[in-house]
């Protein structure tokens, strides 16, 4: 049996990975553009209110925990590793018309990775995506960020979703 002609790749979650490679190309790519045209603090001015600057991320989300010494490289690789592996074994066994579930888990995959890429090769995760307004700036991202973000908000509006409001009332009867 040829696997992308089977049920495999074409009725089960699987079929989402071509998704999470593109995002996790695009998000690589642009890291290694970034890291050989900038240098370290370096920013370009793309809008009044967005440059691409460089930064590198020790810690997590916001920086969370960036200074605490070396230990959380290795803490958020592991959770990264396992949060990828049981999203990825929840996206295979999901069906083919769970859509919304399944481009959400694809995203968080993507992100989970890319920023798992990072750690493991330089022991930060390159950021560059700036976004501000006058005096106020959110912290520096990247497209791996991005992509866990977008998920994160659709995995919380599937939770809420009429098909699964109706599968839970459903269950109760």
Same mark, same amino acid.
């Given at each position: 049996?040829?696997? $992308?002609?089977?049920?495999?790749? %074409?009725?089960?979650?699987?079929?989402?990975?071509?998704?999470?490679?593109?995002?996790?190309? #695009?998000?690589?790519?642009?890291?290694?553009?970034?890291?050989?045209?900038? +240098?370290?603090?370096?920013?370009? +001015?793309?809008?009044?209110? $967005?440059?691409? %600057? &460089?930064?590198?991320?020790?810690? #997590?989300?916001?920086? $969370?925990?960036?200074?605490?010494?070396g230990w959380q490289r290795w803490f958020f690789t592991l959770i990264a590793v396992v949060v990828s592996i049981v999203l #990825?074994?929840?996206?295979?066994? !999901?069906?083919?018309?769970? !859509?919304?579930?399944?481009?959400?888990?694809? !995203?968080?995959?993507?992100?989970?990775i890319g920023n798992l890429i990072d750690r493991s090769l330089y022991g930060y995760v390159v950021d560059f995506l700036h976004? $501000? &307004?006058?005096?106020?700036?959110?912290?520096?991202?990247?497209?791996?960020?991005?992509?866990?973000?977008?998920?994160?908000?659709?995995?919380?509006?599937?939770?809420? +979703?009429?098909?699964?409001?109706?599968? %839970?009332?459903?269950?109760?009867?």
């Amino acid at each position: 049996m040829h696997l $992308f002609k089977g049920r495999l790749f %074409t009725e089960t979650g699987w079929r989402w990975w071509w998704l999470v490679l593109l995002v996790l190309v #695009a998000d690589q790519l642009s890291k290694v553009w970034v890291i050989q045209n900038f +240098s370290l603090g370096e920013s370009v +001015s793309l809008l009044p209110v $967005f440059n691409f %600057t &460089y930064a590198r991320n020790y810690g #997590a989300a916001f920086s $969370f925990l960036g200074d605490a010494g070396g230990w959380q490289r290795w803490f958020f690789t592991l959770i990264a590793v396992v949060v990828s592996i049981v999203l #990825a074994v929840w996206l295979s066994r !999901l069906a083919k018309t769970q !859509l919304k579930l399944s481009l959400a888990l694809s !995203l968080i995959i993507s992100g989970a990775i890319g920023n798992l890429i990072d750690r493991s090769l330089y022991g930060y995760v390159v950021d560059f995506l700036h976004v $501000f &307004y006058q005096n106020w700036h959110y912290p520096i991202f990247n497209i791996a960020d991005c992509a866990i973000s977008i998920g994160a908000v659709l995995l919380i509006w599937d939770s809420f +979703s009429s098909e699964n409001q109706n599968a %839970t009332s459903g269950d109760k009867q």
